[in-house]
């Protein structure tokens, strides 16, 4: 579909009218529907996203500052075409069907995981979680339009590694829903230096000027150290973490901010993937060398020449993606006296393999390694 401008795109009053004409209707459901639709105490405000397929908006939701997430590709699509677009409640909200019970919705629901997550002994405990948020007016069941909100949820990558982990600290909050509308808090610093280039001057300046703005509005060093150490944090949680392996497959400063007391959040978690897509996308490829095997802007895997196939083994881990982030962001304005150890320690660890074999030990002491050297310089003082 064309989009014949960036304001075309920025439609929320398309997204709330869609939204809550379906749940006027009793199609879906969701914890702030009555917010959105009857109390009008959840606003819409400015679009952040370009994106045809998810749109971003900045809200407020009862004064408090939020960021809302809306699906409006077949909104758009119905409003210009309503005789030849299907309609979204028949598309969207297709499952589970009615006469569906709560044990084959639980059953549903942990086939799904399964094969977006592995099969994790940890499932059980996500599904409780699932129906527990599902059950929006706390009775012990879940109504239809409850059932198929959730699910319709669930479909949304972001959304379910928001849910798989939620247990962290380093992921923006989950605050509430409505049909397959989502609202999540509002990072203060979506980007690892405070302040970004806008869009339009990023291809007039040079990228060394690029680097002195970043630098200018970087917080000081031991904020950055704080924030790195966070940031490495979220690394090792991701590996092996309780729902299984999650790859950052586009390792950049813009996916990555933190808040006013300088805790490390993970802003665009669409740049994260769990390892069984990643398996699945990589299953049978066919490939002349590794760029062939490349999931998303940077998880590149091995290629076996021989049999032309890609391989499952990363070329790179996310953690010497991580210190290839860090190495411009840390070793700026960084104590001389711990500037050489720390630049040898980088240096170290984005020569990183991804092979299996390294996998564990090697990059744990190298992580921990890195973490312990950042520590003891903020330990004990005001950053810290």
């Not at 989950?174 to 989502?182: A, I, N, P, R, S």
């Not at 150490?229 to 299984?244: A, P």
């Not at 895997?301 to 049999?307: Q, W």
């Not at 010497?320 to 070793?331: E, N, T």
Request: charged letters at 25%.
């Amino acid at each position: 579909m064309h989009y014949a401008s960036y304001s075309e795109l920025c439609r929320g009053h398309v997204c709330r009218a869609i939204i809550c004409d379906q749940y006027k209707k009793g199609i879906i459901s969701g914890s702030t529907c009555k917010d959105l639709c009857e109390e009008h105490t959840l606003r819409f405000q400015r679009c952040l996203s370009s994106s045809p397929t998810q749109q971003v908006y900045s809200g407020l939701w009862k004064e408090r500052e939020v960021i809302i997430k809306c699906g409006i590709e077949e909104a758009l699509k119905a409003e210009s075409n309503p005789e030849s677009a299907p309609r979204r409640d028949v598309v969207l909200f297709d499952k589970p069907t009615r006469g569906t019970s709560m044990d084959e919705f639980k059953e549903m629901l942990l086939n799904f995981l399964k094969s977006n997550l592995g099969d994790q002994t940890s499932l059980a405990a996500l599904v409780s979680q699932i129906i527990t948020m599902a059950d929006v007016n706390r009775d012990g069941k879940v109504s239809l339009a409850e059932a198929k909100s959730i699910w319709a949820l669930l479909q949304l990558n972001e959304f379910l590694l928001m849910l798989s982990l939620h247990e962290k600290e380093h992921t923006s909050k989950l605050l509430g829903h409505c049909g397959d509308l989502y609202i999540t808090e509002k990072i203060p610093h979506n980007s690892l230096y405070g302040a970004d280039v806008p869009r339009f001057l990023q291809s007039l300046l040079p990228s060394v000027i690029q680097q002195l703005i970043h630098q200018w509005f970087a917080p000081a060093w031991p904020r950055r150290a704080k924030i790195a150490i966070g940031l490495l944090e979220f690394v090792e949680e991701i590996f092996h973490g309780t729902y299984g392996n999650f790859y950052i497959c586009e390792t950049s400063f813009k996916n990555v901010g933190y808040n006013d007391k300088y805790d490390f959040k993970m802003v665009n978690l669409r740049k994260v993937a769990t390892e069984m897509t990643i398996r699945g996308f990589l299953k049978g490829r066919h490939c002349e060398q590794n760029v062939d095997c490349t999931y998303g802007k940077d998880c590149m895997a091995t290629c076996d020449k021989l049999m032309k196939q890609c391989k499952s083994d990363m070329v790179q881990p996310n953690l010497a993606k991580v210190c290839g982030l860090l190495q411009d962001y840390l070793l700026y304005g960084a104590p001389p006296d711990l500037k050489e150890e720390l630049q040898k320690q980088l240096r170290t660890c984005m020569t990183l393999s991804g092979l299996a074999s390294q996998m564990e030990v090697h990059h744990s002491l190298v992580l921990n390694n890195l973490k312990t050297l950042l520590w003891k310089k903020i330990s004990n003082t005001k950053y810290s």
